[in-house]
């Protein structure tokens, strides 16, 4: 069974900085993607950013500019590199796998953007 472990939430405030980090107990370039996605209370899971196993980076509308996922390889981690943060970018992130047709997740992190 794979297992993503994330790291790196907090507070932080308006205009700040934070990463975040996710590290598979597999290879991860066994999947097809690895993406974050972050979820807010009363409100459904959306993707934030995703990144294939080519290099293809996909991400959300309203973090376009501001976030910057990436990988490395030899530690089979994921990043996502938060600027310019704002209150509504407050949620629980999670961090996803495509295992092709699998879906892994993590337990997820919360990061709290104050005004």
């Known amino acids: 069974q794979v297992q993503l472990v994330e790291s790196g939430g907090g507070l932080v405030q308006a205009g700040g900085s934070l990463r975040l980090s996710c590290t598979a107990s597999?290879?991860?370039?066994?999947?097809?993607?690895m993406d974050w996605y972050r979820q807010a209370p009363g409100m459904q899971r959306d993707l934030v950013a995703s990144l294939t196993i080519g290099g293809t980076t996909i991400y959300a509308d309203v973090v376009k500019g501001r976030f910057i996922i990436s990988r490395d390889n030899a530690k089979n981690t994921v990043y996502l590199q938060m600027d310019d943060q704002k209150p509504e970018d407050t949620a629980v992130y999670y961090c996803?796998?495509?295992?092709?047709?699998?879906?892994?997740w993590g337990q997820g992190t919360q990061v709290t953007v104050s005004s």
């Open positions: 996803h796998a495509d295992g092709y047709g699998a879906d892994y």
């Open positions: 597999a290879d991860i370039f066994s999947f097809h993607s």
